[in-house]
């Protein structure tokens, strides 16, 4: 298995590197930038100008692109690396963390419906009945360093063909495809939009 070693000088140096490499290309895209700022073609000379502009800039773009992710690659590699060193370990403590949750919140849960009960009973109780049931309300469940209970009101879908309108959401994807494949839809009104697809030379 080979193993590849990162040193943090190594990096540190790329880093500079790097950065005068973005410095010098970034100057020449802002003058790029400028350049196309408010640009009104009014024939098709210009159109073809223009056009050809588009491609060197989308050419330059893949070029400064390419720059990035050659120095990216190792750094982003190293650390996908070490991801999958420690997502072993980092897995296993997340499951036993939400174990261990799951039995507290469960217990809570329990406690909580032991003190319902005795609050319900404590209404009609009297005398020694009322002081026990009175005694298990006031007990609630234990609070610990580090951790604490909350309660949530947690929505749970049961039907959704009865969900109000307003709640549901269109799937544009599904909708542009059966626009796409000349389904019709009510309630959609088709319109065309132009777009232009510049790939570098």
Not at 16 to 35: D, F, H, K, P, V
Not at 132 to 144: G, H, M, R, W
Not at 160 to 174: A, F, H
């Amino acid at each position: 298995m080979r193993t590849t070693t990162y040193r943090y000088g190594e990096i540190e140096m790329n880093l500079e590197n790097a950065e005068l490499q973005a410095q010098q290309r970034t100057s020449e895209a802002l003058e790029w930038s400028g350049a196309s700022q408010d640009v009104v073609i009014q024939d098709g000379e210009q159109y073809d100008f223009v056009a050809k502009c588009a491609v060197e800039v989308r050419g330059k773009y893949k070029e400064v692109e390419g720059q990035r992710t050659a120095i990216t690659k190792p750094m982003l590699e190293a650390k996908r690396q070490v991801d999958n060193f420690f997502k072993p370990a980092l897995n296993a403590l997340k499951s036993a963390e939400v174990s261990f949750k799951g039995s507290m919140a469960a217990y809570h849960r329990e406690v909580e419906a032991k003190r319902q009960a005795a609050l319900d009973a404590a209404q009609t109780a009297e005398g020694e009945e009322l002081v026990e049931a009175l005694a298990v309300v006031s007990q609630a469940a234990p609070k610990t360093k580090g951790t604490y209970a909350k309660d949530t009101i947690e929505p749970i879908l049961e039907d959704e063909s009865k969900l109000p309108r307003e709640y549901l959401m269109p799937d544009m994807q599904k909708i542009r495809a059966a626009a796409k494949a000349g389904i019709g839809i009510p309630g959609v009104r088709l319109e065309r939009k132009t777009s232009i697809v510049v790939r570098a030379s």
